[in-house]
């Protein structure tokens, strides 16, 4: 069964920074995209960063751009987003998806990603 295991979420102060993990199973890492998504309380949920394992073009949030680095460690089968300088308006569940093939275009977030993991909560704290 594919399935994607988020972690490395918590309680940080705004300024301040978190790695967040997507560890991936069950299908060929090389030939999928990975997304970042977020959901903050109340609302919509929005597309953060995408990567793909064979591919170097990369997609940001405009909210996200020069402060997060999405990366991938294809040994570990891993896709990793480096978060620095949070904000409080960052806080949310962040979640990883997957979709085949590659996926990695602006308008990714449309996209409909198939599998998801179960999701890691981050707080900025004021």
């Known amino acids: 069964d594919v399935q994607l295991v988020e972690s490395g979420g918590g309680l940080v102060q705004a300024g301040g920074s978190l790695r967040l993990s997507c560890t991936t199973s069950g299908f060929t890492f090389n030939e999928y995209t990975i997304a970042w998504f977020r959901q903050a309380p109340g609302k919509a949920r929005e597309g953060v960063s995408c990567?793909?394992?064979?591919?170097?073009?990369?997609n940001y949030a405009d909210s996200v751009k020069g402060r997060f680095t999405a990366s991938r460690d294809k040994a570990k089968n891993t896709v990793y987003l480096q978060m620095n300088h949070l904000k409080p308006e960052d806080t949310a569940v962040y979640s990883c998806?997957?979709?085949?093939?590659?996926?990695?275009?602006?308008?990714?977030?449309?996209?409909?990603?198939?599998?998801w993991g179960q999701g890691t909560l981050v707080t900025v704290s004021s």
């Open positions: 990567i793909h394992s064979n591919d170097e073009r990369m």
């Open positions: 998806a997957t979709l085949r093939g590659f996926h990695c275009t602006p308008y990714y977030s449309d996209y409909d990603w198939t599998t």
